[in-house]
């Protein structure tokens, strides 16, 4: 892992890429081959559900690091530690957000295959981002962060 300053955690992965990634290989394989199963028309409702709700939380999660003036995108420092809105009931309410959006992506597609695909994009994610950012945040702020992670899950 390629270490950065002090104050901004360093990758493995890109997230967006970590949950895309599959995403794109599903729907390449869905245009290829097909999908062995007809997800029906209910798939559209819970897709579009999915889509506002990550609209919504990331919003609200996203508003809540300008109000507290730390950085979102890699390279940028990390000023603070929040616990309100969504980080209370989420130590990473940003990824859970980009995993609703891919699974409504996938259901709006349709792609099976983007489905099938979905834990690789929920390991690659821990491994490529939660992780590195778990520790830099120990690192960072000690035992407030050993505190709140112990208090709040990591998902949901």
Avoid: C, K
Avoid at 26 to 41: F, I, K, N, S, Y
Avoid at 85 to 103: D, E, M, T
């Amino acid at each position: 892992m390629v270490r950065g300053p002090e104050d901004t955690v360093a990758f493995r992965l890109w997230p967006p890429v970590a949950i895309g990634a599959p995403l794109l290989v599903g729907w390449l394989a869905t245009l290829r081959w097909g999908d062995p199963v007809d997800l029906g028309g209910w798939r559209v409702s819970l897709g579009w559900v999915l889509v506002l709700a990550f609209a919504g939380w990331n919003g609200w999660s996203l508003w809540l690091f300008r109000r507290h003036e730390t950085g979102l995108l890699p390279g940028q420092a990390t000023q603070a530690m929040i616990e309100e809105g969504p980080y209370r009931l989420s130590r990473n309410p940003l990824y859970v957000g980009l995993l609703a959006l891919y699974l409504g992506l996938a259901l709006l597609a349709p792609t099976f295959w983007g489905l099938v695909l979905f834990p690789v994009a929920v390991l690659l994610v821990r491994w490529g981002a939660i992780r590195p950012e778990e520790r830099f945040l120990h690192e960072r702020f000690g035992a407030p962060y050993d505190e709140y992670s112990r208090r709040v899950r990591r998902w949901l």
